[in-house]
């Protein structure tokens, strides 16, 4: 031993670091049975063997999506329930077979995956210099690198440079503007295929800091906007909020690269985010839910849909109201099946009878197929004919024609494949009408309606046979003096059509008023098992009875736990009236304002909150069509025997039409929660119910009105916002609390009451980043004084609401 301490230390070091590597040697020689975090020369990976992360918190291997009977070598989360994969290495070419296929370092320092003939499928081909001596490591934040074993601090290979589809904390997307190589998301092509898709997001060329979303690497159709400093234009982020779910973006472009990446506010924060470029072609964020066993959508652009490019493929169509967005018009079918079953709608659609054009056009039985209310797609040959007919025959003596439409430009013909038809509704100025030319078998032909008129001569036969059976019926029920047995009559979708005269038997003939609303009074009542049942008998309403019906149809099929559900309708002349469930605890603001009811709790109070922002998140970004409520309030949240609350009224304006100025007559009462875009006239959006659900807020911490007598203050938000602003939120608390309260909680909910009554609406949060902040998923910054406010705080001797809708519009 002193011999070899006498040895210069150069010496020793060599000696070292031989006897480092001969313990390596020795270690991969064995196969890969324990768990570890790397794989070293001579040790291959192979059938169901994995290597995982220090930490636990990602694997690799082979993995199978789906129900595909194709193997990849992959990266996906360990820790989470469900498989989500973040990397792909051979997303082009996969294997058949795992026992035989083996992932290793070759003799040149590449990671290699071979199959069961030993052939190449997939390598790192690093562009750097590579060692003998290399090792692959898996590391926490999910990238696979490879490292030299003399110098751990060389990395010649990382899967973080070549990302497939996902976008993790760590990572980056952007330029190498030395190897001049780009860090793109690129679409899986289905669920079941990670091979490359049409879709990927990639940095500006150019050099600015503008990331695209592209379609085949040709069609630019979304822009994140540029770099801020803070955050991009295009992408939903607040500054002052900072709601982008539990991570920081950030842009760097310095030497060696320009990118965007993120990172983890708090590194021992459990929570876990990600995004994805989708195979339906959308950006997408997700969040981890524990609770849920599942991701959750925190933001996806583009927001629509049908802005996607070519999403449908050649002549789909798109329908943002349809539950399967892409479809087929008459006369077309999906050119693969199997391909549109996995959401994959590219390869578009197909005539069901080829059209064979010869030389003689006119021995073509081809016809036109009318398709109304559509958008019109872009590239179309713009012709001189005058006249509707001239237009087709026009089409129809080309054989590359496909589709004409005629309107106040011309004549417009497209040849070849139709991209990006969509579906619009009467009442949109966009829509017009095209013709697709189709085989004449295909076309709706003189036998359908011949057809069409025997079933509705069945079907009047059969009805009238009813109609007689129905009237012995009703006639045996009137004598037995028990009508509202007839509620099981024909109902709107899920809903039952009641007659007036079985709500009025029901209610007594409307003699227990529950309350007064905004749209009229709501009576008590019982129906025939016993259940009891709220009904709002409406007033004003000024629709027909086919709007009036729609409308109702399409609120009956909202359903969420935080929205009262609507059991029926009930639509006989001018009398309009809607039939709820009964909520057992009546509504917040009695439960709120009232000293002879029980104290909510802190705790109820929060739930509530979390609660009617759960209800309204859903109206605004989970529905069909965006419902804006238009009056929330206390008055307007019921509440369940669990104090679970509903939100009611939702959509009520909708069915009173979009009469603004008639719906703003009727909310004068309460006026303290109408946002300034009321006063001022501008359009409604959204925002609107985010700014009465911010007042709404002062009234459940304080337990009082904001519009408070004995206060030396005309309007109790315009203080409170002050307080808040200066960290001072207890004085805000409902005195008969005692102090009871989670103080991060309260933190959070005066922060956000006061965030959601900023002046401009753009400054306001929406109310799904509402709800990821009260779920502690995002974070929300001490909010500035909205300026309407400020001014009213300043001036307490003006207590008239003449000065507050003033100070509201000039806002």
Same mark, same amino acid.
């Given at each position: 031993?002193?011999?070899?301490?006498?040895?210069?230390?150069?010496?020793?070091?060599?000696?070292?670091?031989?006897?480092?590597?001969?313990?390596?040697?020795?270690?991969?020689?064995?196969?890969?049975?324990?768990?570890?975090?790397?794989?070293?020369?001579?040790?291959?990976?192979?059938?169901?063997?994995?290597?995982?992360?220090?930490?636990?918190?990602?694997?690799?291997?082979?993995?199978?999506?789906?129900?595909?009977?194709?193997?990849?070598? #992959?990266?996906?989360?360990?820790?989470?329930?469900?498989?989500?994969?973040?990397?792909?290495?051979?997303?082009?070419?996969?294997?058949?077979?795992?026992?035989?296929?083996?992932?290793?370092?070759?003799?040149?320092?590449?990671?290699?995956?071979?199959?069961?003939?030993?052939?190449?499928?997939?390598?790192?081909?690093?562009?750097?210099?590579?060692?003998?001596?290399?090792?692959?490591?898996?590391?926490?934040?999910?990238?696979?690198?490879?490292?030299?074993?003399?110098?751990?601090?060389?990395?010649?290979?990382?899967?973080?440079? +070549?990302?497939?589809?996902?976008?993790?904390?760590?990572?980056?997307?952007?330029? $190498?503007?030395?190897?001049?190589?780009?860090?793109?998301?690129?679409?899986?092509?289905?669920?079941?295929?990670?091979?490359?898709?049409?879709?990927?997001?990639?940095?500006?060329?150019?050099?600015?800091?503008?990331?695209?979303?592209?379609?085949?690497?040709?069609?630019?159709?979304?822009?994140?906007?540029?770099?801020?400093?803070?955050?991009?234009?295009?992408?939903?982020?607040?500054?002052?909020?900072?709601?982008?779910?539990?991570?920081?973006?950030?842009?760097?472009?310095?030497?060696?690269?320009?990118?965007?990446?993120?990172?983890?506010?708090?590194?021992?924060?459990?929570?876990?985010?990600?995004?994805?470029?989708?195979?339906?072609?959308?950006? %997408?964020?997700?969040?981890?839910?524990?609770?849920?066993?599942?991701?959750?959508?925190?933001?996806?652009?583009?927001?629509?849909?049908?802005?996607?490019?070519?999403?449908?493929?050649?002549?789909?169509?798109?329908?943002?109201?349809?539950?399967?967005?892409?479809?087929?018009?008459? #006369?077309?079918?999906?050119?693969?099946?199997?391909?549109?079953?996995?959401?994959?709608?590219?390869?578009?659609?197909?005539?069901?009878?080829?059209? +064979?054009?010869?030389? $003689?056009?006119?021995?073509?039985?081809?016809?036109?197929?009318?398709?109304?209310?559509?958008?019109?797609?872009?590239?179309?040959?713009?012709?001189?004919?005058?006249?509707?007919?001239?237009?087709r025959s026009a089409c129809l003596s080309s054989c590359s024609c496909s589709a004409y439409a005629y309107n106040g430009s011309g004549c417009l013909t497209w040849?070849?494949?139709?991209?990006?038809?969509?579906?619009?509704?009467?009442?949109?100025?966009?829509?017009?009408?095209?013709?697709?030319?189709?085989?004449?078998?295909?076309?709706?032909?003189?036998?359908?309606?011949?057809?069409?008129?025997?079933?509705?001569?069945?079907?009047?036969?059969?009805?009238?046979?009813?109609?007689?059976?129905?009237?012995?019926?009703?006639?045996?029920?009137?004598?037995?003096?028990?009508?509202?047995?007839?509620?099981?009559?024909?109902?709107?979708?899920?809903?039952?059509?009641?007659?007036?005269?079985?709500?009025?038997?029901?209610?007594?003939?409307?003699?227990?008023?529950?309350?007064?609303?905004?749209?009229?009074?709501?009576?008590?009542?019982?129906?025939?098992?016993?259940?009891?049942?709220?009904?709002?008998?409406?007033?004003?309403?000024?629709?027909?009875?086919?709007?009036?019906?729609?409308?109702?149809?399409?609120?009956?099929?909202?359903?969420?736990?935080?929205?009262?559900?609507?059991?029926?309708?009930?639509?006989?002349?001018?009398?309009?009236?809607?039939?709820?469930?009964?909520?057992?605890?009546?509504?917040?603001?009695?439960?709120?304002?009232?000293?002879?009811?029980?104290?909510?709790?802190?705790?109820?109070?929060?739930?509530?909150?979390?609660?009617?922002?759960?209800?309204?998140?859903?109206?605004?970004?989970?529905?069909?069509?965006?419902?804006? +409520?238009?009056?929330?309030?206390?008055?307007?949240?019921?509440?369940?025997? %669990?104090?679970?609350?509903?939100?009611?009224?939702?959509?009520?304006?909708?069915?009173?039409?979009?009469?603004?100025?008639?719906?703003?007559?009727?909310?004068?009462?309460?006026?303290?929660?109408?946002?300034?875009?009321?006063?001022?006239?501008?359009?409604?959006?959204p925002k609107a119910d985010v700014y009465s659900f911010g007042m709404m807020l002062f009234e459940i911490i304080s337990g009082r009105r904001n519009r408070i007598?004995?206060?030396?203050?005309?309007?109790?938000?315009?203080?409170?916002?002050?307080?808040?602003?200066?960290?001072?939120?207890?004085?805000?608390?409902?005195?008969?609390?005692?102090?009871?309260?989670?103080?991060?909680?309260?933190?959070?909910?005066?922060?956000?009451?006061?965030?959601?009554?900023?002046?401009?609406?753009?400054?306001?949060?929406?109310?799904?980043?509402?709800?990821?902040?009260?779920?502690?998923?995002?974070?929300?910054?001490?909010?500035?004084?909205?300026?309407?406010?400020?001014?009213?705080?300043?001036?307490?001797?003006?207590?008239?609401?003449?000065?507050?809708?003033?100070?509201?519009?000039?806002?």
């Open positions: 031993m002193a011999s070899l301490l006498a040895l210069p230390l150069s010496c020793n070091l060599f000696s070292l670091l031989r006897m480092v590597f001969f313990m390596v040697f020795v270690s991969a020689n064995a196969p890969l049975s324990a768990p570890t975090d790397t794989i070293y020369p001579g040790q291959s990976l192979t059938g169901s063997q994995t290597i995982i992360s220090k930490e636990g918190n990602f694997e690799l291997g082979f993995f199978s999506p789906g129900k595909s009977s194709n193997f990849y070598i #992959g990266i996906w989360y360990r820790k989470i329930s469900k498989q989500t994969v973040i990397w792909v290495a051979n997303r082009e070419k996969p294997v058949l077979n795992t026992s035989s296929a083996e992932l290793k370092l070759s003799d040149d320092g590449h990671l290699v995956l071979l199959d069961n003939f030993k052939n190449f499928i997939w390598s790192s081909n690093s562009t750097r210099q590579t060692s003998n001596y290399t090792s692959a490591v898996l590391l926490d934040n999910g990238n696979l690198i490879l490292r030299d074993l003399s110098n751990n601090s060389t990395v010649t290979w990382q899967s973080f440079d +070549h990302p497939t589809d996902t976008f993790v904390p760590g990572s980056w997307i952007g330029m $190498n503007k030395i190897t001049g190589e780009y860090q793109t998301l690129t679409s899986w092509k289905n669920s079941e295929d990670p091979s490359p898709g049409y879709f990927s997001e990639t940095i500006d060329p150019s050099g600015t800091s503008e990331f695209f979303i592209e379609w085949n690497k040709t069609i630019k159709y979304w822009r994140s906007g540029l770099w801020t400093g803070h955050y991009f234009a295009a992408v939903p982020i607040l500054p002052e909020m900072k709601p982008h779910t539990i991570v920081t973006v950030a842009y760097i472009d310095n030497k060696e690269r320009r990118y965007t990446t993120c990172f983890y506010r708090d590194p021992s924060s459990s929570k876990i985010t990600r995004q994805v470029m989708d195979v339906a072609g959308q950006i %997408k964020q997700f969040v981890w839910m524990d609770d849920l066993k599942d991701w959750a959508l925190f933001f996806s652009r583009p927001s629509l849909k049908c802005d996607i490019y070519f999403l449908c493929g050649p002549f789909g169509v798109c329908d943002e109201k349809s539950s399967l967005v892409c479809g087929c018009a008459h #006369g077309f079918q999906p050119a693969s099946l199997r391909d549109w079953q996995l959401n994959d709608w590219s390869s578009g659609c197909e005539r069901k009878t080829k059209l +064979h054009c010869s030389g $003689n056009i006119s021995d073509e039985k081809v016809g036109f197929l009318k398709m109304p209310n559509t958008l019109l797609p872009s590239n179309y040959l713009h012709l001189s004919a005058y006249k509707l007919e001239d237009c040849n070849g494949e139709l991209r990006n038809l969509q579906q619009l509704y009467d009442g949109d100025d966009s829509a017009q009408t095209i013709y697709v030319r189709l085989a004449d078998s295909d076309l709706p032909s003189s036998s359908d309606d011949n057809k069409r008129s025997i079933i509705i001569i069945c079907i009047a036969v059969v009805s009238g046979v009813g109609a007689v059976l129905c009237a012995l019926l009703c006639l045996a029920l009137r004598c037995r003096r028990k009508m509202f047995i007839i509620i099981k009559k024909e109902g709107e979708g899920p809903l039952i059509r009641f007659t007036y005269a079985e709500l009025q038997y029901m209610t007594k003939n409307f003699s227990e008023k529950l309350g007064v609303g905004g749209f009229g009074s709501v009576f008590k009542g019982t129906l025939p098992d016993s259940n009891t049942i709220a009904v709002k008998r409406l007033e004003g309403v000024q629709q027909g009875e086919k709007q009036f019906r729609t409308e109702v149809s399409t609120l009956g099929f909202i359903q969420h736990i935080n929205l009262i559900n609507l059991r029926g309708f009930c639509s006989e002349g001018n009398s309009k009236l809607l039939v709820y469930d009964f909520m057992q605890n009546g509504s917040l603001d009695s439960r709120l304002f009232n000293e002879n009811c029980e104290v909510l709790s802190w705790r109820t109070r929060y739930e509530i909150i979390q609660g009617i922002a759960r209800g309204l998140a859903y109206l605004h970004e989970n529905c069909r069509e965006c419902i804006v +409520h238009c009056d929330i309030k206390p008055e307007n949240i019921l509440l369940d025997e %669990k104090n679970c609350p509903k939100l009611a009224d939702f959509g009520m304006a909708k069915l009173i039409g979009k009469d603004f100025s008639r719906v703003l007559t009727t909310m004068r009462g309460t006026i303290g929660y109408l946002a300034p875009e009321w006063i001022s006239g501008l359009p409604i959006t007598p004995e206060f030396d203050f005309t309007f109790f938000p315009a203080w409170a916002a002050s307080k808040i602003s200066q960290g001072e939120v207890l004085v805000l608390l409902d005195e008969r609390l005692k102090g009871d309260v989670a103080i991060e909680e309260l933190v959070i909910v005066s922060r956000i009451a006061t965030w959601c009554i900023q002046d401009s609406e753009s400054h306001r949060p929406s109310m799904g980043q509402i709800v990821l902040i009260l779920e502690n998923i995002a974070e929300v910054n001490v909010p500035p004084v909205p300026g309407s406010l400020k001014e009213l705080a300043e001036n307490k001797d003006l207590e008239s609401d003449v000065y507050y809708s003033a100070t509201l519009s000039s806002s």
